[in-house]
């Protein structure tokens, strides 16, 4: 982004080739537009339902607080009259989408959930528009506005339910008529005409175009369709996404920043510091963690791409002067700029002991088998599991195996296996078999003792953490359980027993008879207590002569002050 906003000053206030940024900039929107509708394919009805809060409470508290803060900070430089001051701080509350949803989808972080609320806010910041245009209609008297505010209103509302309308009804069976013919091209033609159409929709109405386009897409987050859908728009996303990049750097009216240098070296960090302080605060309020709060804020305090037109607009109807305009527009663009190298700064004061965590999303979760913790040991136990034909769900607690994962085409749910909400949520009364792959003894207790009660009747597969453990699991009544380490240790003995000279069927029979010692062992300490079944160990050299089933036991431990220590924690 930074490198797009560079060329674009170089090309345009630098050396002047192109010198019309402003018209550019229009038609360079629709990379907005095209990003809008890839992340509506993302979300479905359903889960923008589940974001209502975020978006009317957190977005309407971003807007209105920081829009009064910077209104104040505005009125007090004295630059500006009240009436231009509160159209000011309001234009400077809004962020831009463009910039925020790049970086969240350039770091893989737009379905984590400080991902989400920043896209609630974005989202409601474009459904602000319509009163803040209206605002500068009442502001101005109405002298050169064509329609009341509450017209205005309707229009907008009146609008959104047509797309709803056209988007449940019309969209599906379009596109299912269209994928009978086979055509890719008309796929493609008419995947734009439903971007383009619904963009224009919503701007005849009075909102944004993006708010258009991420209706349609949301109105096809349940076709069939979405992924080729999302493939046929991508490189028009691409293309004119960074075209509005460079359009930015080629708006920048350097002769501005010149003549006011001083004022805009310390406007554009009071207002940047002005957001991200209030954003951090409003979203710390609303039960965000520390490190989450932190990303909102260093990903939201630049000015927003809907400031070009909100000023613009003001000046026109002279709520301000055009060259006051024109500084804002500049005030907003450096901080466009500032925004990627703040993001990455965010990351020194993240506390790195912080659990990451992932929206709750369960669409589509329910099969015979519920797997509690994609670790090493669950992985490879999933490959067996598909490879059989079978589904399987998958929940983990760790954003960074979930992202991982995904990159492998694994379907995994972010959820904590501990709470009984997520384990409904994730299909457990429909799941056969629950496995508990978790890596920490801990947590594997709680879920297990949380399934035992709540679904008795459910199957339990469970790893244990070492000998100790899995006595503990047999002792509370488990259907199997099986230590990590016993099946890598066998093999890894057998392996050595080949590299020295034993053969392969001796090796193998010799790794049998200590598994079936091993069995043994165990179940008798289940009865008896830890220290059962100790003869059955092997201290010393067997050389049996012709080779037998091993049959000499190990003298006992007595003398060895490691004995218990060894036989308590080792996975032997």
């Known amino acids: 982004m930074l490198g797009y906003l560079a060329a674009g000053i170089v090309i345009g206030p630098v050396f002047h080739g192109i010198t019309d940024g402003e018209q550019i900039l229009a038609v360079a929107e629709l990379g907005v537009v095209f990003l809008l509708f890839i992340i509506g394919l993302e979300l479905k009805p359903s889960r923008l339902w589940q974001m209502r809060r975020d978006i009317f409470g957190l977005g309407t508290a971003q807007v209105v607080v920081t829009g009064l803060a910077l209104t104040a900070l505005a009125w007090f430089s004295e630059v500006l009259d009240w009436r231009g001051s509160i159209v000011a701080g309001f234009g400077l509350a809004l962020s831009s989408t463009a910039f925020a949803m790049q970086i969240l989808e350039g770091d893989g972080d737009v379905n984590t959930r400080y991902g989400q609320r920043s896209f609630s806010m974005l989202l409601f910041q474009d459904l602000a528009i319509v009163p803040l245009l209206a605002l500068i209609t009442v502001l101005d008297g109405g002298g050169k506005g064509s329609n009341a505010p509450l017209t205005d209103f309707a229009v907008a509302v009146g609008a959104v339910a047509a797309m709803i309308v056209m988007g449940r009804y019309l969209l599906t069976p379009l596109f299912q008529i269209i994928a009978r013919t086979g055509a890719r091209e008309a796929m493609i033609a008419a995947a734009l005409f439903v971007v383009m159409g619904s963009a224009s929709l919503m ?44 359009a930015v750097g080629l708006s920048l009216e350097l002769d501005v920043l010149v003549d006011n240098a001083l004022f805009v070296i310390v406007a554009v960090p009071i207002v940047m510091a002005v957001k991200a302080i209030i954003i951090y605060g409003l979203c710390r309020i609303s039960g965000s963690p520390h490190n989450d709060a932190i990303r909102i804020a260093f990903l939201l305090p630049q000015g927003g791409e809907f400031g070009f037109v909100l000023f613009t607009t003001a000046g026109v109807v002279g709520l301000m002067s055009t060259s006051t305009a024109s500084l804002l527009v500049a005030i907003v663009t450096l901080s466009m700029a500032l925004t990627p190298i703040g993001a990455a700064l965010s990351k020194r004061l993240l506390n790195g002991d912080e659990q990451e965590e992932l929206d709750e999303d369960f669409e589509g979760a329910g099969a015979d ?68 792959c978790t890596q920490k003894k801990e947590i594997t207790d709680k879920v297990v003792e949380l399934v035992q009660a709540d679904y008795p009747h459910t199957r339990l597969y469970v790893r244990s953490y070492d000998r100790i453990h899995s006595i503990e699991l047999r002792n509370k009544g488990i259907d199997y359980e099986l230590r990590e380490t016993l099946e890598s240790g066998l093999l890894f003995g057998r392996r050595t027993l080949e590299a020295l000279g034993v053969s392969e069927a001796d090796a193998h029979e010799i790794g049998e008879d200590i598994r079936k010692r091993d069995e043994a062992r165990l179940a008798l300490q289940v009865s008896e207590g830890l220290q059962a079944g100790r003869d059955m160990l092997f201290s010393h050299p067997v050389r049996p002569e012709p080779l037998v089933k091993p049959k000499r036991a190990a003298d006992p431990f007595e003398d060895n002050p490691l004995a218990g220590t060894a036989d308590a924690t080792a996975d032997a």
Do not use: C, N, W
Not at 219 to 231: D, Q, W
């Open 203 to 246: 701007q005849l109405a009075g909102l944004s175009m993006a708010m258009g386009a991420f209706l349609s897409g949301v109105m096809l987050a349940e076709s069939s369709y979405r992924h080729e859908l999302e493939a046929d728009i991508e490189p028009f996303r691409g293309v004119l996404l960074a075209i509005f990049f460079i």
């Open 369 to 436: 088998v519920l797997m509690v913790g994609f670790s090493r040991f669950g992985q490879i136990a999933a490959q067996i599991l598909l490879a059989g034909g079978r589904s399987v769900t998958v929940i983990d607690f760790s954003a960074d195996r979930i992202r991982q994962a995904s990159s492998f085409g694994f379907r995994i749910y972010f959820g904590d296996g501990t709470r009984k909400d997520v384990l409904r949520s994730a299909g457990i009364d429909r799941a056969k078999i629950v496995l508990v």
